[in-house]
């Protein structure tokens, strides 16, 4: 009879694990929030470690575009599951519209609206059309169970691009004699300005100078007009002289043509 009890005692151990688990699984399972959780690109990778090790939990999360109405069922979907009491996902949602960093990181593995579920450090896509009438169903299957028929893909690496403090220091810090150089030139410019602002009125022409040369140049016009007319009527007054001597040396026989003409009779 001792040994009985003592067999009996035996199971007591194995029992009170399969009891602890038990209700660690239906804690853990309403332990899920009851609203769909919005996701951003700030948050996105903190909540749910999708390429970090996924310790979170497993996420069910739908990407859609708040500007398009007719994604609306897929939301009203997401938020039937999540009021659910039990559940093995998180639901969530991403706004591609407001959120141009995840569209961009999932932009080759998404067609709007889809579901991603992300578990046992993979993701699976779920696209199927959301106007059937027999979607919730659908969707609550693949996150318990049909994923495993759906091919799992590598999550996107989230690059999180971070100030180098040592290449920024590299990229700032210059060299001495630039420094040097670059403060000479400043003072140096700054000298001349000053000293063009002090000697400004010595390079304003004086009062009625430029009157003066107005009409300097106005009389050398003149003089050179005056000078052209001249020209001018002197030519004419030449060319009649010229045309009628031209004219009396053909009216006129030279002495050696009449010389000719009397030694001939």
């Not at 001792?2 to 804690?27: D, E, F, I, N, S």
């Not at 996924?54 to 109405?69: E, I, K, N, R, Y």
């Not at 000053?194 to 022409?205: E, L, Q, R, T, V």
Request: charge should be neutral; charged fraction near 25%.
């Amino acid at each position: 009879m001792a040994r009985t009890g003592l067999q009996r005692m035996g199971w007591l151990p194995a029992v009170a694990v399969v009891a602890l688990a038990m209700v660690w699984g239906v804690a853990h399972a309403n332990s899920y929030p009851s609203e769909v959780i919005d996701l951003t690109d700030s948050n996105f990778e903190h909540d749910t470690q999708a390429s970090t090790g996924q310790t979170t939990g497993v996420w069910a999360v739908l990407f859609t575009d708040s500007t398009v109405s007719r994604f609306d069922r897929a939301e009203m979907v997401m938020h039937q599951l999540a009021q659910e009491e039990e559940k093995e996902a998180i639901f969530a949602r991403v706004d591609v519209a407001r959120n141009k960093k995840l569209a961009k990181r999932f932009g080759d593995v998404i067609f709007l609206p889809c579901i991603l579920l992300f578990r046992d450090r993979q993701m699976y896509v779920f696209d199927k059309n959301f106007e059937s009438p027999d979607i919730l169903a659908e969707v609550r299957t693949f996150v318990e169970s049909g994923y495993a028929n759906a091919e799992p893909l590598d999550v996107p690496v989230y690059v999180e691009r971070r100030l180098d403090p040592e290449a920024f220091k590299a990229s700032t810090e210059m060299d001495p004699k630039t420094v040097f150089w670059a403060f000479v030139l400043i003072i140096g410019g700054l000298v001349f300005q000053a000293w063009a602002i002090m000697n400004k009125d010595k390079f304003k022409p004086e009062p009625g100078q430029e009157q003066k040369k107005e009409q300097e140049g106005d009389k050398k016009k003149a003089g050179a007009a005056a000078g052209a007319e001249k020209e001018g009527g002197a030519a004419k007054a030449a060319a009649p002289k010229d045309q009628a001597a031209a004219t009396v040396s053909k009216e006129t026989p030279s002495k050696a043509g009449k010389a000719g003409k009397a030694k001939a009779t």
